[in-house]
C-alpha cells in the first residue's frame, strides 16, 4: 500500500516537472520570438520580475540570428537570457541554459577568471578571452565582451561571446608559418654567407691566378701576347719589351710592321689574318727585329681561348727564338751537302772500276769473285741511292732542285717502276690497275723517284701482308697514283709528320733501315710539278699513298 502511495506521488511529481518544462519552453520562445518582454526569476530572496527593456522583437530576432552567443546575467551570475547560438556552443538545450548560472559553463581553470570580469565588468566594461566547454570534451577559446544593461528588475549584464577557435587556429598556422619563414630566413642568411664566403675565395683565387699567370709569362724566355677576336693587341710580357726595345707609348696598332723582317711580313700578315677569320691555329716562322737592329728567327704560335659556347675570347701568341736552332741545322745541312759531294766522287769512280771487273774478259773470272763483285755492286748501288738522297736534300734546302721537264707517260712510267719492284722484290705481289694512258708535263726520272720511294716504303712496311696495288685515275684535272699496302699504318699524328725531313716514327726506328728522307724529297718533287702529294691511313689498317698531277699542262 505504501509501495502504491510512493510511485502515485513518484507520477505526479514528474507530471508536474514536465508541466514546468513545458512552461519554460513555452516561455524561452516568447521570449525568443519577442510575445514575452517580462520574466520573473526565483533566487534566494524571493521571486523577481525582470522586464526586457528592449524587448524589441526586431533586436531579439536580431540577436538570436547572430553568430556571437549573447547572454543577459543578474548579479548572482545566473543566465536571464541566451540565444540559441550560445546554446549551440556551450552544447547545452536552450531551455537548460537559461536559469543556470553562467560559470557552469566554463571550464574550472577559467571559473576565478570568469569571476574577476563579471565582478569588475559591473562597473566598467570589459573584454577578456575566457574558455568555454563545448560539451565534447574540448574547451573553445572565447572573447567575452561584457556590458552593463538597465533592465526594469535592475541592473543586468550582457555579455557577447565571440568564438575564437578559427582566429586561434589562424594564430596558430601562423606562428608556425612564421617560424617556418624564420627557418627560411636563417637558411637563407647561411647560404648568403656561405656565398659572400665563396665570392672572397674566388676572388682570392682570381687574384693569385693571375699574379701567377703574369709571373710566369714574365718569367719565361720566350715572347708573348695576348690580342682579341679582331685582331687588337692588348698585353705583351716584359720578355717582348726586353727583346724589342718597344715601350708602352710605342703605337702597338702596327706591331707586325715594327718588328717582323721585311721579306717575312706579308706571310705572316696573311697567315694571322687566316686566323683570325677561320680561329684556326696560328703558326710561322719568321724574323723578329731586336732592339739592336739584329734580326732573329722565331717560331710564332697563337691559339684562341674559348667560352663554353665555342666562340672566342681571345688569342694567346708566344714567340720562340729559334735562331740558333736554325744556323745548326744550316751548319749541318751545309755538311750533308759538302759530304754527300765529296763522296760522290770516290763513289762513282768505285761503282767504274767494279763495272770494269764484272765486265773484265781477258781471263775466266772465278765464279766467286763474280759473287763478290755482284755484291759489291748492290750495296754500291744502295750508297749510290742514299747520297743521292743527301744531295738531293741539301739541294732543296739551297732551293737548287732543278731537272728539266719533258712529256711523260704516267702508264709507261708506272708500268716501268712495278717491273723494277717486281724484280727487286720477288717475294710480293704488285697488282695494278692503270685505267688510262695520261700524259703530263714532267721530269721521268724524278717522277720514277717519287714512285720507286713510295712502292719501296708500302714493301718496307708491310711485313706480313705481301700484296701492293698500285693505281692511276684521272680526278678533275689531274691524275692520280696510289699506292696501296696491307702494312702496319700510320697514326693521325704520325701522318702529320711524315713528309718532314729526316722524320722517322719513333717506335718504328729499329726496324727498317732508312733515314727519314724519302718523302721529304717526294713531296718536294711534287710540289714542283704542282701536284700534291698526301695518305689516307689508319694504324694497323695499311697506308695508300697518292700524288696527283695536273693533266695537260
Ligand atoms: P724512311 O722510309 O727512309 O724512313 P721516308 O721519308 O720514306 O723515310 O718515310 C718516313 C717515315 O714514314 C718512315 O720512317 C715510316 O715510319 C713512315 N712510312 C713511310 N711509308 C710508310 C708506309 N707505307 N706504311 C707505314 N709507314 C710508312
Known sequence: MEQQNSNNSLISEIEELRYQLEEARDTINAIRTGQVDALVVKDDNGHQLYTLK?????????????SEGAVTINREGIILYCNTRFAHMAATPLEKTIGQPL?????????????????????????????????????????????????????????????????????????????????????????????????????????????????????????????????????????????????????????????????DLKKTLELYNKSLLTGELFEIENRYKRYDGVYRWHLNRSKPLKNDAGDIIFWVGTATDIEDQKQEMERKDEFIGIASHELKTPLTSLKGYLQLIAGYKKEELPPIVRQYVTKASTSIN????????????????????????????????????????????????FDSKLDNDYIIKGNHERLEQVLMNLINNAVKYSPVNKTVIITSQQVGNYVRVEVIDSGIGLSPDQKDKIFDRFY??????????????????????????????????????????????????
Open 54 to 66: 528592449t524587448a524589441d522583437q526586431t533586436y531579439r530576432v536580431f540577436i538570436e540570428k547572430m
Open 103 to 263: 560559470s557552469f559553463f566554463v571550464p574550472d581553470a577559467s571559473k576565478s577568471k570568469l569571476e574577476k570580469i563579471i565582478n569588475s565588468s559591473w562597473n566598467q566594461d570589459c573584454r577578456e578571452e575566457i574558455m568555454l566547454k563545448d560539451g565534447g570534451g574540448r574547451d573553445m577559446h572565447c572573447l567575452f565582451s561584457c556590458n552593463t544593461i538597465e533592465l526594469d528588475g535592475g541592473l543586468a549584464l550582457s555579455i557577447i561571446i565571440t568564438d575564437l577557435t578559427v582566429l586561434k587556429n589562424t594564430e596558430q598556422e601562423l606562428q608556425v608559418r612564421n617560424y617556418q619563414l624564420e627557418e627560411a630566413q636563417a637558411a637563407t642568411e647561411k647560404l648568403n654567407n656561405n656565398l659572400e664566403a665563396t665570392v672572397r675565395q674566388r676572388t682570392h683565387d682570381l687574384v693569385i691566378s693571375r699574379e701567377h699567370f703574369r709571373l710566369l709569362t714574365n718569367n719565361i724566355v720566350q715572347m708573348t701576347w695576348t690580342n682579341l677576336p679582331t685582331g687588337e693587341f692588348t698585353s705583351y710580357n716584359q720578355r717582348w719589351y726586353d727583346y724589342t726595345g718597344l715601350t708602352l707609348d710605342d703605337d702597338h696598332e702596327i706591331v707586325w710592321e715594327m718588328v717582323v723582317h721585311p721579306d
Open 504 to 553: 722517322r716514327v719513333a717506335d718504328k726506328l729499329n726496324m727498317t733501315s732508312g733515314l727519314g728522307m724519302g718523302l721529304y724529297i717526294s713531296k718536294e718533287i711534287i710540289n714542283n710539278h704542282d701536284g700534291i702529294i698526301g695518305v689516307e691511313s689508319e694504324m694497323g689498317q695499311g697506308s695508300t699513298f697518292y700524288f696527283e698531277l695536273p693533266l695537260g699542262r
Open 382 to 429: 744502295r750508297l749510290q741511292s742514299l747520297i743521292n738522297d743527301l744531295l738531293d736534300v741539301s739541294k732543296i734546302k739551297a732551293g737548287r732542285l732543278e731537272y728539266a721537264l719533258g712529256s711523260v707517260n704516267i702508264s709507261d712510267l708506272l708500268n716501268q717502276c712495278i717491273e723494277n719492284a717486281r724484280h727487286i722484290n720477288p717475294a710480293y705481289i
